[in-house]
């Protein structure tokens, strides 16, 4: 019952409590001039991004892009030094001519009986070597 008693005491209570009144500020207003640039410190993250990489390893010759700049799908971005790869080719290029004039040599003498059909089918095999038929 005393339980009871209090809850009603609550009740009475609040039905008799009162809001307390809405604070207002009022501020005069003036005509101002507003910046057209504001200056702020923030970060910025790009909405799309790619991340480059070349499938082969090499030092960069040329950058053919700005930073930020928009690029189009199959531009070329970075050219990498391809000296290296470019003496190798010339390596192979010789090797394939040797071997090519090797093979002529070898069956023009194997057409005199002065070369066996071991050494024309060895000139042969070295003409069809892929190192050699990619140059």
């Known amino acids: 019952m005393l339980k009871l008693g209090q809850f009603s005491a609550m009740g009475d209570a609040a039905a008799s409590m009162v809001m307390p009144p809405e604070t207002v ?5 003036n005509p101002a001039q507003w910046e057209q640039v504001i200056s ?27 930073s930020g700049a928009m690029v189009a799908a199959g531009e070329v971005l970075l050219q990498l030094d391809t000296a ?5 080719l010339a390596s192979a290029a010789s090797a394939a001519a040797l071997a090519q004039a090797d093979l002529v040599r070898v069956r023009k003498l194997g057409k005199r009986d002065l070369a066996s059909e071991d050494a ?4 042969e095999a070295q003409v069809r070597t892929p190192s050699l038929r990619s140059a």
Not at 48 to 64: D, F, H, K, L, M
Not at 84 to 88: L, M, R, V
Request: charged share 20%; net charge negative.
């Open 25 to 29: 500020t009022a501020v005069a207003v």
């Open 84 to 88: 290296s790869e470019d003496a190798q």
């Open 40 to 66: 702020a410190t923030a970060t910025v993250s790009a909405v799309q991004g790619v991340t480059v990489s070349a499938e082969v390893s090499g030092r960069v010759s040329r950058i053919a892009f700005e």
């Open 120 to 123: 024309v089918d060895r000139a």
